[in-house]
């Protein structure tokens, strides 16, 4: 059995897909004036905001990424939990597993998107996108989760919804 269970935010507790995709294509649009498919932006859920400009070949990713938040900000209120996901969280934490959160996200973006909700204390600790060097898909950031909450890899899973979180 597992003592220890990391979680990613968007996409695995959080219900974020749609504001997060729909904030970038109209980002995206502001930049470039091409119409992207949320299908064709879908492979940046679960990778730094950065990164994913970065494949997309975009110049400019300091003011994109800006809009992008811009955009995001608009829909932040659509953002919910997952269906039962408090539940689950409440009843891990009362078998004393021992729960905790690796995120693409940055500090301040964990902080806008997760903290509002009433489970954000049972996390302990949150790995952001700042604590690293490297991210996912590189496993930096679950090595650093590991060294600071001091548990053993053996006795760890990490739970996600992307590519990304099963590569690292």
Not at 114 to 125: N, T, V
Not at 136 to 160: M, N, R
Request: aromatic share 14%.
């Amino acid at each position: 059995m597992y003592k220890n269970i990391i979680f990613d935010i968007d996409g695995t507790l959080l219900d974020s897909k749609n504001a997060i995709l729909t904030s970038l294509r109209d980002a995206l649009y502001d930049e470039t004036k091409h119409e992207y498919s949320l299908s064709e932006l879908y492979f940046s859920f679960g990778i730094t905001g950065d990164a994913a400009l970065r494949q997309l070949k975009i110049k400019n990713i300091k003011g994109v990424g800006i809009r992008w938040i811009d955009y995001y900000k608009k829909h932040i209120a659509d953002i919910k939990l997952f269906d039962g996901i408090e539940e689950v969280i409440k009843k891990l934490y009362s078998m004393n597993i021992y729960i905790g959160i690796v995120t693409s996200k940055y500090d301040i973006e964990f902080k806008n998107d997760f903290l509002r909700f009433d489970i954000s204390k049972y996390f302990k600790p949150v790995i952001c996108a700042e604590d690293t060097e490297k991210h996912k898909p590189d496993p930096d950031p679950i090595l650093k989760f590991i060294e600071v909450a001091k548990i053993k890899k053996s006795e760890t899973i990490y739970i996600g919804d992307a590519v990304y979180d099963m590569l690292c």
